[in-house]
């Protein structure tokens, strides 16, 4: 029995490795210079992709945004959805980014791993349809654009 409960969590964990990044949540106290740094305004739609346990999606709405997080695993996508409760303005959908249509949206936080941010500027290149857009990233740098800004370990990429 506990054996199948390991072989069930390390499964509904480890996809994320093929699909995105594990789960590693942002830290509590580096989330406001994250959201500092993406500077969206109240009302404003923040996506996240992967969106773990909410811990940013939660700050995110403090703020007034509304956000849209997209989360494989669903364990997570229903404790993300208990600590957003709260918050009607946070929507946590369940299934791979990659394979969705992104709704429309002023900004983007990820923390994804180094060999998916080439990918992950495509999509955002061709998502954006020549509006401006604001990406953070946690960690990862986009090899092919300069960031317009950095603070801890946080990228900012502006689109124009
Ligand atoms: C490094 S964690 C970051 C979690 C959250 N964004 C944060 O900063 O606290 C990456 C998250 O992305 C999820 N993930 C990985 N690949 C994914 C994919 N293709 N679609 C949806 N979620 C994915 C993982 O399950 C994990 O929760």
Redesign the pocket.
């Known amino acids: 029995m506990l054996l199948w409960l390991f072989i069930v969590l390390a499964l509904l964990?480890g996809v994320?490795v093929l699909?995105?990044?594990?789960?590693?949540?942002?830290m509590r106290r580096d989330v406001e210079v994250a959201l500092d740094l993406l500077d969206l305004k109240p009302g404003q739609t923040m996506l996240?992709?992967?969106?773990?346990?909410g811990?940013?999606a939660k700050a995110a709405a403090k703020r007034g945004l509304k956000v849209i997080g997209?989360?494989?695993?669903p364990l997570?996508v229903l404790a993300s959805r208990f600590r957003c409760r709260k918050y009607p303005g946070v929507q946590i959908i369940w299934?791979?980014?990659?394979s969705k249509t992104w709704p429309q949206s002023d900004g983007m936080?990820?923390?994804?791993l180094d060999n998916y941010m080439s990918k992950l500027h495509a999509q955002i290149e061709g998502y954006r349809e020549g509006k401006s857009y604001r990406l953070v990233s946690?960690s990862f740098r986009i090899k092919e654009k300069k960031h317009a800004k950095s603070q801890r370990n946080f990228y900012l990429y502006l689109y124009k």
Do not use: I, K, M, Q
């Not at 699909?19 to 942002?26: C, E, F, K, S, V």
């Not at 299934?95 to 990659?98: P, T």
């Open positions: 964990f994320a699909r995105g990044a594990p789960y590693l949540p942002t996240e992709l992967g969106s773990g346990d811990v940013v997209y989360e494989l695993n997570l299934g791979d980014y990659w936080y990820v923390f994804l946690h």
